[in-house]
């Protein structure tokens, strides 16, 4: 249960008039503007209907509109508001009894009930509304009606679904709620009223004098979908909130900020971080709007200055997020941000709030700076945590659900770093440990030839030299115990490790640690050789060409593949037919395999997969197949159904790539179950869709195969950002379904696609520049986005595509009249609507964007001249600073040596 946030510092004046992230309050309500509208008409539709369901985007102020604007209102109009948070957690009592607790605590100032005492514990939420003459009345004797509100519904989806004690909670509170929203006696009532006439006369069946509203975020609107059996009122009074319009955010900078903003700066604040669109057109999240305001403010104080400067306003809604989150645990050790990360979000990225005690006693474990009660009451006063009540306990949870996105992405990159640590520091211990049982070997080994040279002297030497011996065996066995735990190691390296750094597109790691793998091996003397360290040392060798390949370096991966693959089959012809080196011969083929596709030799790559598939048969058919034996197998059955594709053999594609696609699935892709099974049923869809194609099968199939993998790259990427095979396979799909709009003559809609895919490639290469795949499909994709150019109608007046080379930082527009605005290159992104581009830079009417260039250099402008002769002028790094600016600005005219310009050249 809960009542509005308690924060420690709440001080909010007209000095202050900006929140952050915190919500608004009763008590803070004349600060807050911009929502008039919906607040009428969420007033008039909880006093029409019993119940009101609220919906709308996490981060759009839904919280903030019933406690600053409809519980005001309302409690004017005679309601009296209960604020209902439910714990469903085991240590808590029922729900039904949480939320009466609620209630009697909320009307204890707003009146008294006609018949106390008429409540009983245990009764349901129905009978504890409808006792018959148990009304609640205020000091004048009117009556006032219990709006019940439940704010953060989706808790009930998410929260309680933890544990099987939290989902019997959420099953026993949705059929009391559904009761009482239905305004029907619950099943046990009604069988004691069958049994006993008299307990029918203490209730009022035709009473209604109350109110439920739910809010929650639009995401879970369709697990709210599932209750409507049981509640069928909960689809018909709904009201979706959207994003603020432009008007309504220009509002909501300048009434609260009064003297602090002038209009101008309103609008350009409100500009920014609607991205830079016009204000007409312009969607805002309050939330971001309200923390850039208050960030800004806060820049303001610290320079003395009257009101806001708007030179202040840099960077991008994520930026600002950002740093507002390393300020804030600026001067804390990195043990708190931890207990953060890892305690106040959820593995799947959502807030959760624990007991205020618990978070002290964390704290202090972290050594929080200058103590634990300190720490916690500064971070709330800095609006990164916030302290809730429920049921007499106070919790802790963060601000804002916006902030998940930044706290997950910290604990990802934080956990990444130190696993790769952890596994240096095994690594290098082991070698350490390796070093000292080598020495120990070789001093043993000295040990046992003195002692066989002195054997013929006496009883006593031989006896000395059996006990040597003796020694010798023990080193031996030390030895080989040591080399075990290196071998283990190193096949953590070559698999788990492997396989954790390499969709994260970490090339130095891989490259260091497989070429270190390689190396051990090749270290080994003759004797400690056995088949498990040269079946190791030929994956290893694989391993490393792997690398060297995607870093380009073509000739060495070629080196080290043909090398690992005669090691391994050697062993075969050896006779090792055992399942670890069927397994390791069939993963060093598939790499064959697709060399052969990447040279475009697709007859020998198809032969080759087809030979691997059998050579694999034997230990497929076993009763259990483990998970990376299945995904090397799905592996296997997408570089076939490629080649196969290739080969002008689509049917073949067709059922090796359903196969391949059948195996994920039943990994748990779908559910993100396996995240690498995830990602490989990406890439698969989007071959088979290909495939489909070219055989005439359904476009429908196909659209729904490569959505479905746009779907599952979006929520993969949500759970793991930067992952690197999803970047590559959701490019792939985005480019299937350019190709499918473009075969249906939608070049507007290829474009965009086209586009789309253009972004998650640069997202991919900023991850790795040393990758060459993504540097590759970039330049694809702008050589198709420009033969759609083509395809476009009369009327439709686009630019030519400006190549984005790796080492371009910065975008110049050209307008006709000779202005030139240089921009950083993150700016320029699709409009989120989905319209034809994107505003460069502003334009007087009936001015024209001329030219774009990416800018990795000298700039060149080319125009005429005095005399109207063709002139190029030059602008270097220097002097391009005079035109730099944000997206959508008007930029500055050339310098004077041209009278009219015509465009960039080379």
């Not at 820049?299 to 930026?319: C, E, F, P």
């Not at 998940?404 to 130190?418: F, I």
């Amino acid at each position: 249960m809960n009542t509005p946030s308690v924060l420690l510092d709440a001080a909010v004046d007209a000095e202050h008039p900006w929140l952050g992230l915190a919500s608004f309050t009763e008590q803070t309500r004349q600060y807050f503007f911009g929502r008039e509208g919906e607040i009428g008409e969420l007033t008039r539709r909880v006093q029409r209907k019993q119940l009101t369901v609220l919906f709308g985007q996490s981060g759009l102020g839904k919280t903030s509109i019933l406690n600053a604007g409809v519980v005001p209102r309302l409690r004017a109009e005679g309601y009296c508001p209960v604020y209902v948070r439910v714990d469903y957690g085991s240590s808590a009592p029922p729900p039904a009894e949480q939320i009466k607790q609620a209630v009697f605590r909320a009307t204890a100032g707003s009146g008294a009930w006609t018949r106390p005492g008429s409540a009983e514990r245990g009764e349901s939420l129905w009978e504890f509304l409808h006792h018959r003459d148990d009304e609640l009345r205020d000091a004048e004797g009117r009556s006032v009606i219990p709006l019940l509100i439940f704010d953060q519904f989706e808790e009930i989806f998410t929260l309680a679904q933890a544990d099987d004690a939290g989902r019997a909670r959420a099953t026993e509170f949705i059929a009391d709620l559904a009761d009482l929203v239905e305004n029907r006696p619950p099943r046990a009532l009604e069988a004691r009223m069958e049994a006993d006439d008299g307990v029918a006369e203490r209730f009022d069946f035709a009473r209604a004098d109350y109110r439920i509203l739910i809010a929650l975020r639009e995401d879970y609107l369709a697990h709210l979908e599932g209750l409507k059996s049981a509640m069928p009122s909960i689809t018909q009074n709904r009201m979706r909130l959207a994003r603020m319009t432009g008007e309504q955010a220009l509002d909501a900078v300048l009434k609260p900020g009064g003297s602090l903003v002038t209009a101008e700066v309103a609008e350009s604040i409100v500009r920014f971080v609607a991205g830079g669109a016009e204000l007409r057109n312009a969607e805002v999240e309050p939330s971001l709007l309200s923390l850039i305001c208050r960030e800004l403010n806060n820049a303001r104080i610290a320079q003395g200055k009257t009101t806001i400067s708007i030179d202040v306003l840099a960077g991008s809604n994520a930026t600002i997020l950002g740093e507002f989150y390393e300020r804030a645990l600026a001067d804390q050790p990195a043990a708190l941000r931890k207990v953060i990360e890892d305690a106040l979000l959820t593995d799947s990225g959502y807030r959760e709030n624990i007991a205020e005690e618990r978070v002290l006693k964390a704290f202090a474990a972290a050594a929080a700076q200058p103590d634990a009660a300190t720490a916690l009451a500064t971070l709330v006063n800095r609006r990164l945590l916030r302290i809730e009540e429920r049921l007499d306990v106070r919790r802790v949870e963060l601000t804002h659900d916006v902030l998940c996105s930044v706290v997950k992405a910290s604990r990802a990159e934080r956990l990444e770093r130190e696993a790769r640590e952890e596994a240096e520091r095994k690594l290098a211990a082991q070698r350490e440990h390796e070093r000292a049982t080598r020495a120990a070997l070789v001093r043993a080994r000295k040990i046992a030839a003195g002692c066989a040279a002195l054997a013929v002297v006496a009883i006593v030497s031989a006896v000395y030299g059996i006990y040597s011996a003796n020694r010798a065996i023990r080193a031996e066995e030390v030895s080989q115990l040591s080399r075990d735990e290196a071998e283990r190691l190193v096949e953590f390296i070559l698999d788990d490790f492997y396989a954790e750094m390499e969709p994260i597109g970490r090339a130095d790691v891989m490259a260091a640690l497989a070429k270190r793998a390689v190396e051990y091996y090749n270290g080994l003397p003759p004797e400690a050789r056995n088949a498990s360290t040269r079946r190791n040392s030929a994956i290893a060798r694989a391993q490393y060409s792997q690398v060297l390949r995607a870093s380009g370096r073509t000739p060495e991966a070629d080196v080290y593949l043909d090398s690992a693959s005669a090691m391994i089959d050697a062993e075969v012809r050896n006779g090792d037919r055992s399942d670890a080196t069927v397994i390791a011969a069939a993963r060093i083929a598939l790499l064959k395999v697709q060399r052969f596709s990447t040279r475009a030799d697709h007859a020998s790559a198809v032969a080759l997969g087809l030979r691997v598939m059998e050579d694999l048969k034997p230990v497929l058919s076993r009763v259990k197949v483990s998970a990376p034996v299945r995904m090397l197998e799905s592996d296997i059955l997408y570089s076939l159904g490629f080649a196969q594709l290739r080969s002008y053999d689509s049917p073949a594609a067709v059922e090796s790539l359903r196969r391949a696609l059948a195996i994920t699935r039943s990994l748990g892709s779908a559910e993100l179950g396996n995240l690498a099974a995830t990602a490989d049923h990406i890439r698969i869809s989007w071959v088979l869709a290909e495939s489909i194609g070219n055989t005439s099968g359904s476009m429908a199939e196909r659209r729904a195969l490569l959505t479905e993998g746009v779907t599952l790259a979006d929520r993969l990427l949500a759970v793991r950002p930067g992952y690197r095979p999803t970047l590559r396979a959701k490019s792939s799909a985005l480019g299937g379904l350019a190709d499918l709009e473009s075969d249906s003559l939608q070049a507007r809609k290829s474009l965009r696609y086209h586009a789309a895919a253009s972004e998650v490639d640069r997202d991919a290469l900023r991850l790795d520049t040393g990758l060459g795949v993504s540097q590759n499909n970039l330049r694809v994709r702008h050589v198709l986005s420009g033969l759609q150019f083509f395809n476009l109608g009369e009327g439709d007046k686009c630019l030519s595509p400006t190549i984005l080379h790796p080492g371009a930082k910065e975008v110049a527009a050209l307008s006709a009249d000779g202005k030139l605005l240089a921009l950083p290159v993150e700016e320029v992104n699709l409009l989120p609507s989905g319209g034809k581009g994107v505003i460069l830079m502003k334009l007087r009417d009936g001015e024209e964007l001329l030219a774009v260039r990416a800018v990795s250099g000298t700039l060149r402008v080319a125009g005429r001249g005095r005399g109207e002769k063709p002139t190029v002028v030059e602008i270097g790094k220097v002097e391009l600073g005079e035109y730099r600016g944000s997206r959508a600005r008007a930029g500055r005219l050339v310098p004077k040596g041209l009278k009219a310009v015509a465009g960039f050249v080379d």
